[in-house]
């Protein structure tokens, strides 16, 4: 696949999600030179919204030009790639003892010449991907009950989203690991986020825009430093702050108690509900933050 200038330009300045044009460089180069590409990082910072756009734009700005999965732990080789699905609920006693052989995402992706996207990709075990991993491997895919072999189409795009070691997830072979270049989507810069939120609630009090700004900053910093929260606020975190506060404030209640109200609200998220030291620390920090409103 060739992209010109432009076209990275373009995929940055159109894209929603704001200050990941470093991440976003790279994952186009990488993309670019043939390479599946993983994104990894905190959840809620734009993983999967950046890999639709950028499936979407080098599909045409299409998004019917690509497939997309959501891995989940009961997810199996049957789903991936494919497998036979009976027909026992059939209204034909005949038809109900047979199966049929139904394709999985990959092999349709395929098939249908389409670009590919698996979304939550460690939320499913090692296992279910042996298929895929073959085709990484080899550039075939061998379905062996249709007795058919599908080759890797030229300039096939695959993009597959993760949040390694978050709570859930399965621990990735590292031989499955080694076949995907990963690119880091983390948190922003507290300007970047300002930014984002000062035009999704433009009437939005700045001070508790800042009282905002500063919880999320504070969360990731205690997230980095010990562990001592399983993740800091994300993005979409903040901006659903912000909107609950300018809305509640619009009808009539003050800055600091709104603000009170949504960091317990989101501190309960990224806390360790089964740790009431967790979700102490998050709402300490939201009274201490408001003390000073």
């Not at 919204?49 to 959501?70: M, N, V």
């Not at 550039?139 to 009950?145: C, F, I, K, N, Q």
């Not at 990224?270 to 920090?285: G, M, N, R, W, Y």
Request: include cysteine.
């Amino acid at each position: 696949m060739k992209l010109t200038t432009e076209d990275y330009i373009r995929i940055l300045e159109t894209c929603e999600i704001k200050g990941h044009d470093e991440a976003i460089l790279r994952i186009l180069r990488y993309v670019e030179l043939g390479y599946p590409v993983m994104l990894y990082g905190p959840p809620g910072n734009g993983k999967t919204t950046i890999a639709e756009h950028i499936l979407s734009y080098i599909g045409g700005e299409d998004e019917s030009s690509f497939l997309k999965i959501e891995a989940t732990e009961g997810m199996s080789e049957y789903q991936v790639i494919g497998g036979f699905h009976p027909l026992a609920m059939s209204g034909n006693a005949e038809l109900a003892q047979k199966f049929m052989y139904k394709d999985g995402i990959v092999a349709r992706a395929i098939e249908s010449g389409k670009n590919l996207l698996i979304d939550e990709f460690t939320r499913a075990p090692s296992s279910a991907y042996s298929g895929l991993f073959l085709l990484l491997s080899r550039d075939t895919l061998p379905l062996e009950y249709k007795e058919t072999v599908l080759k890797k189409p030229e300039g096939w795009v695959l993009i597959s989203t993760a949040n390694f070691g978050d709570e859930g997830t399965f621990k990735l072979s590292n031989a499955l690991k080694r076949r995907f270049v990963p690119i880091n989507v983390g948190y922003v810069s507290s300007a970047t986020e300002k930014t984002v939120i000062s035009n999704i609630t433009p009437d939005l009090d700045p001070e508790v825009e800042n009282a905002i700004i500063l919880f999320a900053s504070e969360t990731r910093t205690l997230w980095r430093k010990d562990r001592s929260i399983p993740q800091g606020l994300s993005t979409d975190g903040v901006i659903k702050m912000a909107r609950y506060c300018e809305l509640a404030m619009s009808q009539g209640f003050d800055g600091k108690s709104v603000f009170v109200d949504a960091a317990f609200h989101q501190g309960t998220i990224i806390a360790d509900e089964t740790d009431p030291h967790s979700i102490q620390l998050v709402q300490e920090l939201a009274l201490k933050i408001a003390e000073d409103m």
